[in-house]
């Protein structure tokens, strides 16, 4: 049976070249529907790199109201008004589809299942070439979400898994963030997959640097941990709390705060009652602050002034069991050692740089020790730290990814 569909859907894919008109020529349009236009990924890095490489960009974005702008870095950015619940969300993707149906251009880069989805109807209806840039692991994403009833969550997850195998059969290239995501990618178009990580910007990070070492000595007697993005249980926030008050109760003669630069993730309410009632119970709030999401080069900055940088991914999720986070290489970049989850990803960029430690995710007590061990050990801090930054500059840095990037597009244009 999925053989014949398969077969099916290729002589279907086949006609969609035959008789529709085409786009400018260097035109892209990144198409999302759950990132912002300041997304590190999307806009600092793969839409900046494109911008530079010639090409005639525009990104379209959920926003609280309508709108079209034109960025610092002549990037067009068009917001599209989005409701909460499902209905908003297929209007949203409705006004997307019409949005782009009536634009000039020539590739669809979708980034979720949906946008997807809308890109494959443009191939159809105009010969649209498609780039799927895959930042999750979808099929995992859906497993643990709250929003599904629990009985119904496998199903689900299996379901978009086939939807998903079955959508990318018409795209042209397929950009994913690690290997291990990667792999179910390859299988089924392994000359058309690309890993393109998120790997920081080495040039943008330098610029905030200077602004580290008057901090740091102005918060020298305090120990600081810091993390950024959305705060829940899948990320080991709740993990990290308890570590902050082992921390405390084990060594009250020092002070160990935790910097979470983002905000708690507001689907998780039960986490957030419990954060709230613990903090209070437990006399915590002065050593977590939780800082709401800051402009790029602020949070680079408060990064750059931490001591040590903390991600703590549980493994229940394989969305998060095969992540590779941004953060980790944020953290390299600007010289603070990590603290991290001993995950496949996660292990081998920290063991292969030697630029922190490695502890089970889900033990807070491991936690703390390891957090009070780099406490104790400045030298080691140094030492963890330059290795993470000498890393990042040789290796792990989005100057060797862009050239990734641009290769995924001169073979998409080569081949029109």
Request: charged share 30%; glycine share 6%.
């Amino acid at each position: 049976m999925k053989v014949a569909i398969r077969v099916l859907l290729n002589y279907i894919y086949s006609r969609m070249d035959e008789g529709a008109k085409t786009g400018k020529k260097t035109g892209v349009w990144i198409i999302t529907s759950a990132h912002s236009c300041e997304d590190g990924r999307l806009y600092y890095k793969e839409g900046l790199s494109l911008k530079k490489a010639g090409y005639d960009l525009t990104i379209t974005v959920p926003g609280d109201r309508t709108e079209k702008i034109i960025t610092d870095d002549k990037i067009k950015v068009i917001k599209i008004k989005r409701n909460k619940g499902l209905i908003g969300r297929i209007r949203f993707n409705l006004s997307l589809l019409r949005t782009a149906f009536n634009a000039d251009y020539m590739v669809s880069h979708c980034v979720e299942p949906d946008t997807l989805f809308i890109g494959i109807l443009l191939k159809i209806l105009q010969r649209k070439k498609i780039v799927y840039d895959c930042h999750e692991h979808t099929p995992s994403f859906i497993a643990v979400n709250r929003k599904f009833p629990r009985p119904f969550r496998r199903f689900f997850a299996a379901l978009v898994w086939l939807i998903e195998r079955m959508l990318i059969i018409p795209v042209d290239e397929i950009i994913d963030t690690n290997e291990t995501r990667a792999a179910r990618f390859m299988r089924v178009k392994p000359k058309h997959t690309t890993v393109v990580s998120n790997m920081p910007n080495v040039e943008y990070i330098q610029n905030v640097m200077r602004c580290s070492t008057k901090e740091k000595s102005e918060t020298k007697n305090d120990f600081v941990i810091v993390s950024t993005g959305d705060f829940n249980k899948n990320r080991g926030f709740h993990i990290i709390v308890e570590a902050i008050r082992l921390l405390r109760e084990r060594y009250p003669a020092r002070c160990f705060r935790f910097v979470g630069i983002g905000r708690l993730d507001e689907r998780e309410q039960e986490l957030k009652s419990w954060s709230d009632d613990f903090l209070q119970r437990h006399n915590l709030k002065e050593n977590i602050e939780i800082t709401g999401w800051l402009p790029y080069d602020e949070m680079y900055e408060k990064v750059a002034c931490a001591d040590v940088g903390i991600i703590m991914f549980q493994p229940d999720s394989y969305n998060h069991f095969s992540g590779l986070p941004n953060k980790l290489f944020d953290f390299m970049c600007v010289g603070i050692p990590v603290v991290a989850s001993d995950l496949p990803e996660i292990r081998n960029v920290v063991s292969s740089a030697g630029c922190g430690l490695l502890v089970d995710p889900k033990n807070s007590s491991s936690v703390a020790d390891v957090i009070y061990q780099l406490s104790m050990e400045a030298d080691l801090q140094r030492e963890m730290g330059e290795r993470g930054r000498s890393a990042v500059l040789n290796k792990y840095n989005w100057e060797q990814m862009e050239k990734r990037l641009l290769c995924v597009y001169e073979r998409l244009f080569e081949r029109e």
